[in-house]
């Protein structure tokens, strides 16, 4: 299976804003739907936000609901997260998966290496 490779995360104080990056080379995901989720110390791995191939639509956790937007380059097979209004919270490693299986957006692709978000309050 294609193996994401995530970025950009880093410390930033509360507040603040980041810009994550997916890209999933090896195949066309045009037609797939993409998403990002999270893990934080202790706790399991979570939803956070998906975009749907074709028709675009997009789903968020309610907690980052008019906080985070999600977009595609299909041209790029890059997924990205940007995420302003920081909390710390917001803390944790974040994943993405080009994979999402309908109707519930079940992940079925690999899991890259993360990349982490550090929130300071």
């Known amino acids: 299976q294609v193996q994401p490779v995530e970025s950009g995360g880093g410390l930033v104080q509360a507040g603040g804003s980041l810009r994550l990056s997916c890209v999933a080379s090896?195949?066309?995901?045009?037609?797939?739907?993409m998403g990002w989720f999270r893990q934080a110390p202790g706790k399991e791995r979570e939803f956070v936000a998906a975009v749907r191939g074709g028709s675009y639509i997009t789903s968020y956790l309610d907690s980052v609901k008019g906080r985070f937007t999600i977009s595609r380059d299909n041209a790029k097979n890059t997924v990205y997260l940007q995420m302003n209004s920081l909390k710390p919270e917001d803390t944790a490693v974040y994943y993405c998966?080009?994979?999402?299986?309908?109707?519930?957006?079940?992940?079925?692709?690999?899991w890259g290496q993360g990349t982490q978000v550090t929130v300071s309050s």
């Open positions: 090896g195949r066309t995901f045009s037609s797939y739907a």
């Open positions: 998966n080009v994979d999402l299986r309908p109707p519930s957006l079940t992940p079925a692709g690999s």
